[in-house]
T-cell receptor
Framework: DGGITQSPKYLFRKEGQNVTLSCEQN?????MYWYRQDPGQGLRLIYYSQIVNDFQKGDIAEGYSVSREKKESFPLTVTSAQKNPTAFYLC????????????FGPGTRLTVT | SQQGEEDPQALSIQEGENATMNCSYKTSINNLQWYRQNSGRGLVHLILIRSNEREKHSGRLRVTLDTSKKSSSLLITASRAADTASYFCATAYIQGAQKLVFGQGTRLTINP
């Protein structure tokens, strides 16, 4: 099956710990994105990557880091510097056709206590 | 912020009725898209309308775009209980690479 996978679905961490969220796609898409969604809110862009070994900050990049070493993978690390890390994190990808339609993974719900 | 606004924030109707959601945005766009999100899940793309299009249909969905008013609407006809979800508009601005800017969403509840 083609698509985007995110793991795990639920993640619990203690305050002060870094945590890495996984995002993998087999759609052969060049561009990948990480969003954060808080309860009852829309999506806010954290980081995005249009090509391997390159990525750009989104609107709320502080306290997060990413890497893009492979086309298929775009992991997101939530660092201890992120003040309010508890949220629902969504990964998406898109091809380079110019249509901008994004395909989303199922999301990871991170809870930090 | 370039984030658009959606209206209403929540909408509750009876099954079989039509549901209309509105989206406003701020600067010139390449296209505008609508997505659906079931509770606790990822978003699913519904429809894309380009800046030179005024109306687009897909099944029971009808999207309109008024670039002079910087607004769009999504109409779901003959609603079903399974249409219960949150609906988001997302704009691809002309200046902004391949980024999308999402609205706050409309929470739609269809009552049986």
């Amino acid at each position: 099956d083609g698509g985007i996978t995110q793991s795990p679905k639920y993640l619990f961490r203690k305050e002060g710990q870094n945590v890495t969220l996984s995002c993998e796609q087999n759609l052969n898409h060049d561009a990948m994105y990480w969003y954060r969604q808080d309860p009852g809110q829309g999506l806010r862009l954290i980081y995005y990557s249009q090509i391997v070994n390159d990525f750009q900050k989104g609107d709320i990049a502080e306290g997060y880091s990413v890497s893009r070493e492979k086309k298929e993978s775009f992991p997101l690390t939530v660092t201890s510097a992120q003040k309010n890390p508890t949220a629902f994190y969504l990964c998406a990808s898109t091809g380079t056709s110019g249509a901008y339609e994004q395909y989303f993974g199922p999301g990871t719900r991170l809870t930090v206590t | 912020s370039q984030q658009g606004e959606e209206d209403p924030q929540a909408l509750s109707i009876q099954e079989g009725e039509n549901a209309t959601m509105n989206c406003s945005y701020k600067t010139s766009i390449n296209n505008l898209q609508w997505y659906r999100q079931n509770s606790g899940r990822g978003l699913v793309h519904l429809i894309l309308i380009r800046s030179n299009e005024r109306e687009k249909h897909s099944g029971r969905l009808r999207v309109t775009l008024d670039t002079s008013k910087k607004s769009s609407s999504l109409l779901i006809t003959a609603s079903r209980a399974a249409d219960t979800a949150s609906y988001f508009c997302a704009t691809a601005y002309i200046q902004g690479a391949q980024k999308l800017v999402f609205g706050q969403g409309t929470r739609l509840t269809i009552n049986p």
